[in-house]
């Protein structure tokens, strides 16, 4: 996962003004590719039924480990399975546990973040210290125990990768919080009265919004790994669903005879993690354009 | 600086308290009685028997929690239901293996991450910053069981130049032991290297404008000495203590990695263990990675305040 220390740091408090924010992401020509490919991948999976001809669970024994052709564009897995229909049909798998995890990340971590960054004292002291319980256990060992001891599925898959990057979200939350509440506007708005819950509902999230937008594109990537590393180690998605990491785990067993079938899932989650990435760099220099030296 | 020091050292006594309960929690997301679970497929009554006394799961949680963590405190992390071997020494048996492996990553990591860095830097907006960004975007973006996957592929399958999996210890055979290290090292070393790579590019453009940077320029020194002595010497301070941090990157990678490569280390313990529904090993193994981390952690914050100059005074 991305440094949470550098965004801390790095951040302003408010996104910049001027341009509209479309003009700007099109000048940042690397960005605007990352997200060309992410809103591809979208497509892709919201519409698998019809992109891919083939069934991706259908066998055909007379298309073992058969090379890609016309037929089978990228070749066909140890069960004679399309492997362009079920890298397709993977996508959705991918797409869906990056941004479900994400989603339970920003759901938790947010308002945790806000409570310890508003509240201050020992709320935030308690928090900080299991924030740091969390973080000193690493990403991928805690969302592996937790995804062993929820049980495998893909969505107990999601739940662990959510969980385990809630933190860097709190985290980040607290200090952008710590940032933006010194300033005159809040003290205008707690000077005329409103409640708490107002000032941050209304006045303090829509000021951090910026650094946790960056922060979900990257965290995103993070998490396709994730589900895709928890799928390889058959905590993910069960079979005979198609995920690009169960597929890799297979493709590991016939590398000499079918290597298409490791070639197509995994540069597949490449594409995707690099898309994701490009967007995130592309909107941190966006948002703050002091990172871009 | 001691004071410092003594202040930090106390600051992880309630991180590793709320780590101890996080992984003891772990525990009770298992559905229905635990020591059925515990027990593995086979649920030998008697396994179950005695795990419930074991466990203590007659009494309150809290109570089981003192037990617990009285047991953690004498060392005791549990017993594999697989092997019925302690858990400590299952994890001190398999971490030579990937203390290896880490070393190697690390150093490989070291090798591209550092230069490119500097050469980034120094070429700032020019080909070879592009060339080093591209490298770090490569590294930040690429699955590391897929680029082993692809390391077989090409360097075992096609070339044969090295072994796909195994491993021969460096006591056995030191060539025997690089042939077998060196892709899963260089596979866990990637991602490190874009990380490294990044850092000291940004750590170096700071310091390449600072005022002492100048006036060794002004002095007439040569210009490789200036970057070397002055510049990349300032700018490693940080980059070294981000070293210790990556420690996790290296214990999560190797969990895939030695699972691609069937290196016999501590992350194919945690593969096995998840495979075999060895819950108390999977347990040890965060618990043991968790504080090894805030460990190498306090470590790091450590080596900052020595090697930081301002903050020694």
């Not at chain 1, 001891?149 to 985290?171: D, E, K, Q």
């Not at chain 2, 005791?76 to 398999?94: A, C, F, M, Y």
Request: with cysteine.
């Amino acid at each position: 996962m991305t440094s949470v220390d550098t965004l801390e740091s790095s951040f302003p408090v408010a996104a910049p003004v001027g341009q509209p924010w479309y003009r700007r992401i099109l000048r940042q020509k690397l960005a605007f590719i990352g997200l060309l490919v992410v809103i591809l991948f979208l497509t892709v999976a919201l519409f698998a039924p019809w992109i891919a001809a083939l069934d991706p669970n259908a066998t055909h024994w007379d298309a073992i480990r058969h090379a890609p052709d016309r037929m089978y564009w990228f070749g066909a897995d140890e069960l004679g399975r399309d492997v362009y229909a079920r890298v397709i049909w993977g996508a959705r798998a991918s797409l869906l546990a990056g941004i479900t995890s994400v989603s339970i990340a920003l759901l938790f971590g947010v308002p945790i973040g806000m409570a310890a960054g508003l509240v201050g004292g020992w709320v935030d002291l308690l928090i900080a210290r299991i924030t740091d319980a969390f973080l000193a256990c690493p990403f991928l060992i805690l969302a592996i125990a937790l995804a062993a001891f929820l049980g495998p599925s893909l969505t107990n898959a999601m739940i662990a990768i959510g969980i385990s990057a809630t933190p860097i979200f709190v985290r980040l939350t607290r200090a952008q919080v710590l940032q933006v509440k010194v300033e005159d506007y809040i003290e205008a708005a707690r000077s005329v009265g409103n409640s708490p819950w107002r000032i941050a509902w209304r006045h303090v999230l829509p000021n951090i919004v910026a650094p946790l937008l960056v922060q979900s594109s990257l965290a995103i990537a993070s998490a396709v790994i994730a589900e895709a590393s928890l799928s390889f180690l058959g905590l993910g998605q069960q079979p005979p669903a198609p995920s690009w990491g169960s597929m890799l785990n297979t493709a590991k067993d016939y590398l000499d005879q079918a290597p298409w079938m490791a070639i197509f899932p995994g540069m597949s989650i490449f594409f995707l993690v690099l898309a994701f990435n490009l967007v995130g760099d592309g909107l941190r220099d966006l948002f703050d354009p002091r990172s871009r030296s | 600086m001691q004071r410092e020091l003594l202040r930090r050292l106390a600051s992880i006594i309630p991180t590793l308290f709320c780590v101890s309960i996080l992984i003891f929690g772990l525990q009770q997301l298992l559905p229905g009685d635990p020591a059925v679970m515990l027990a593995g497929e086979d649920r030998d009554p008697s396994v179950i028997a005695y795990l419930h006394q074991k466990l203590h799961l007659d009494q309150p949680v809290a109570v089981r929690y003192l037990y617990w963590i009285a047991g953690v405190a004498h060392g005791d992390l549990g017993e594999s239901v697989r092997t019925q071997e302690p858990v400590l020494q299952l994890i001190l048996q398999k971490l030579p293996v990937t203390i290896e492996l880490a070393f190697l990553a690390m150093a490989i990591a070291i090798a591209i991450g550092i230069p490119a860095g500097v050469l980034a830097a120094l070429s700032k907006d020019g080909p070879w910053d592009l060339f080093a960004n591209a490298l770090a975007l490569w590294g930040l973006s690429t699955p590391n069981f897929w680029l082993g996957i692809m390391m077989i592929l090409l360097f075992s399958v096609h070339l044969g130049w090295l072994p796909a999996s195994g491993y021969v210890s460096p006591l056995e055979d030191l060539r025997a032991n690089l042939a077998a290290m060196i892709m899963p090292a260089f596979v866990l070393g990637n991602a490190i290297a874009a990380v490294l790579m990044r850092h000291t590019r940004s750590a170096m453009l700071q310091v390449l404008n600072a005022d002492y940077v100048r006036t060794a320029r002004a002095k007439g020194l040569p210009p490789w000495t200036v970057i070397v002595h002055h510049a990349l010497r300032n700018a490693l301070t940080p980059v070294i203590t981000l070293g210790a941090l990556e420690f996790g990157t290296l214990l999560s990678g190797s969990v895939l990695t030695e699972q691609v490569f069937s290196i016999p280390g501590f992350g194919k313990l945690v593969v096995d263990a998840v495979f075999n529904r060895d819950y108390a090993v999977i347990q040890g193994v965060v618990l043991f990675t968790a504080s090894a981390y805030v460990l190498l952690n306090l470590l790091a914050d450590i080596a900052y305040l020595l090697l930081n100059p301002r903050l020694r005074s």
